[in-house]
């Protein structure tokens, strides 16, 4: 005998409210989702964590946007996507601290803004990615762009979501792909 069961799962997208919890929250997936997995100690940890997120806690708070699912089990995060409206204002502190920054800034205007975002393990594969992207692509001002390795595994994921613009250039000896994708109507 097989017994199919269906479970419902709602998902919001909703502004970062500064808790705790979300903060912790998002420090979780953060490393669930990272390439990088071997740290020094927990401030070379720490360190890395900052360098990928302080700016948007920092200057954009109001732009990050928090994916949380409920379901028979209740709420949780399975989400989020921290959004820079002004990635050519953005150059000076990011340059400092992610060398690669700049690689791509005669492309800013045409994709003036970028985001970092990531889901947790378990909430992959279920639109939930796709609908922070959709939210993101209508508040970016002319288009948005995400900058990436050409053989990641979110290369697909952003192409689905329409970053159709690709431009590949070397850094260091690394290959980087610059992927954009123009601005949505809240139509859409």
Request: charged share 25%.
């Amino acid at each position: 005998m097989t017994v199919t069961v269906t479970v419902t799962v709602t998902v919001t997208i909703e502004p970062f409210r500064g808790t705790e919890e979300e903060e912790r929250a998002i420090k979780e997936i953060f490393f669930l989702s990272s390439a990088r997995q071997s740290f020094v100690n927990d401030n070379d940890r720490e360190q890395f964590y900052q360098r990928w997120t302080r700016y948007y806690f920092a200057s954009w708070p109001g732009e990050i946007r928090l994916a949380r699912t409920f379901a028979a089990d209740g709420p949780r995060l399975a989400g989020y996507l921290m959004f820079c409206p002004d990635s050519a204002g953005a150059l000076s502190y990011f340059e400092s601290r992610i060398p690669s920054y700049g690689v791509f800034a005669d492309l800013f205007a045409g994709f003036p803004a970028h985001l970092h975002m990531n889901c947790h393990p378990s909430a992959r594969g279920q639109g939930i990615g796709g609908r922070l992207i959709m939210d993101a692509r209508k508040r970016a001002p002319a288009g948005v762009h995400i900058v990436t390795s050409p053989d990641s595994r979110n290369v697909g994921f952003y192409r689905r979501n329409g970053f159709s613009f690709e431009v590949k250039r070397s850094w260091n000896a690394y290959e980087l792909l610059f992927m954009g994708a123009r601005a949505r109507s809240a139509r859409e």
